[in-house]
């Protein structure tokens, strides 16, 4: 019957957005941006019913076995490192706790000399579905000496990640919008129409579906940087470029024609300029 149908319908729609997401993993500091970045997987979580783990990772400050003054009437002497890391395990417990997280084989604190190493070893251990982390927008010299780890975990992680960032006072983003630190409401979905790019697409869609939010599928063409030597003239790199975006406004058509949106909302859009400068 028509109402067995849907419910069927219903099932699969629920058992392709579980499968989608079923574990994520939220690296922490302890920063203030690194906890709203939990606020941000519980968002994603409730929309498709998945599992938030805790992770800390831990550089060692001193050698394993040096001993300290850390003494307690029943127990025996213990490292300065075993110390710290029991008292980063209850950190890790109270902080899920605060947040309304379940503790029991979620809290994870992890020790190595980079944290990215650790970080996508453990997405790779779980495994997670999803990473979801803040940047703290390094730039500069800061960048160049301490690197990024959100950076280094995209590059790097085995499954994709959620990066989180603080919104500064001039976004145009909507008062509302920025106290839900989760809520999203459109997706930007850069693609250079390649088969890579249209995975990209597909898990966009899957993802943007629970979450009721819209797509932007957008290209940007670029010729590069044109000299006008030998003959090459303004008039003529103007016509090329002409051409070029009109050609791209036709692959744009045709890359999503056969792709199955299921009801998600989307708009195509095509600009000329450098990729990085215009996605941003």
Sequence with gaps: ????RLSASGKDLRAAREEL?????VPIDFSPISIAAIAAAKDVSRSFGATIHLAHVHQQQYPAN????????DRPAVSFEEHRRETLRGTLRETARRCDLPTAGTIHLCEGSVAFHEICRLAETLPADLI????????????A???STAERVVQHAPCPVLVTRKRDANSKRRPSTQATAGRMETILVPVDFSDTSLQALKYAIDFARPVSARLTVFHSDYLGEMASVDGLGVQRVASLTKITHQEAVRQMQEFVRPVKFGGVKYATGVQTGRPVSAIV
Excluded: E, N, Q, W
Aim: glycine share 12%.
């Design 1 to 4: 019957t028509r109402r067995s």
């Design 21 to 25: 997401i079923r574990k994520i993993l």
């Design 66 to 73: 040096f001993l300290g003054p850390i003494f307690s009437a």
């Design 132 to 143: 979801v982390m803040p940047t703290h927008g390094h730039t500069g010299l800061k960048h």
């Design 145 to 147: 000496f301490l690197g």
